[in-house]
């Protein structure tokens, strides 16, 4: 069974920074790629970034590129979301997730991330 640990999150002000980590653990070898997704109150999961293990590619939501930055963590299977520059809107819990095939087929239990103006 694979799982997923999520560390980092907390409470920051507008135009700070935070890094959030999750590495994952058990069969994990077929794996292509890690991610982050978040949910605020009200509204739906929506994607913010991934990583791809073939080729390292970064994809990211609009509404982020810029500001965050997802990298793998010392070869493991783990990724790391650096996010500078937060905004208010950026208050979700944020959710990891590993993907095999075409499939987000494992999430972590999400941690709380609030930015207050």
């Known amino acids: 069974q694979v799982q997923l640990a999520e560390s980092g999150g907390g409470s920051v002000q507008a135009g700070e920074s935070m890094r959030i980590s999750c590495a994952a653990s058990?069969?994990?070898?077929?794996?292509?790629?890690m991610g982050w997704f978040r949910q605020a109150p009200g509204k739906e999961r929506e994607f913010v970034a991934s990583?791809?293990?073939?080729?390292?590619?970064?994809t990211y939501a609009d509404s982020v590129k810029g500001r965050f930055t997802i990298s793998r963590d010392n070869g493991r299977i783990a990724v790391i979301l650096q996010m500078n520059n937060l905004k208010v809107d950026d208050t979700a819990v944020y959710y990891c997730?590993?993907?095999?095939?075409?499939?987000?087929?494992?999430w972590g239990q999400g941690i709380q991330v609030t930015v207050s103006s």
């Open positions: 990583l791809s293990w073939s080729r390292y590619r970064q």
């Open positions: 058990g069969p994990t070898r077929t794996s292509v790629a």
């Open positions: 997730a590993i993907k095999y095939s075409t499939e987000w087929a494992y």
